[in-house]
């Protein structure tokens, strides 16, 4: 089992900043990505940002030139620096880890969630 354990979130104005912070730990072999999703009230959960091992990155268009994911092997973390924050960013904003399980399979795990909110 992967654990992932979430902190950063909070209360910010428009445009300002917020960095999401996320640690896997437990059976953490094998990891080959990490990221964020979120999920505004009345929506679907939605891809935010991810980072393969190897380092790639992708983003949502929505969030391109303002957000930035990146990662710190040795401390099994992974950062969402948020930059130039919108209200419509408000969200609930859960880490995710997928992990690589026997030849071809995948095991997805997720954070409890941290609540972003930006408002003036």
């Known amino acids: 089992q992967v654990q992932l354990g979430e902190s950063g979130g909070g209360l910010v104005q428009p445009g300002g900043s917020l960095r999401l912070s996320c640690t896997a730990s437990g059976s953490i072999r094998s990891i080959n990505a990490m990221g964020w999703y979120r999920q505004a009230p009345g929506e679907q959960r939605e891809a935010v940002a991810v980072i393969i091992s190897g380092g790639s990155t992708n983003y949502a268009d929505s969030v391109k030139g303002r957000f930035t994911i990146s990662g710190d092997n040795a401390k099994n973390t992974v950062y969402l620096q948020m930059n130039s924050l919108k209200a419509e960013d408000t969200a609930v904003y859960y880490c995710?880890?997928?992990?690589?399980?026997?030849?071809?399979?995948?095991?997805?795990?997720w954070g409890q969630g941290t609540q972003v909110t930006v408002s003036s």
């Open positions: 995710y880890a997928r992990k690589l399980v026997g030849l071809n399979g995948s095991a997805d795990y």
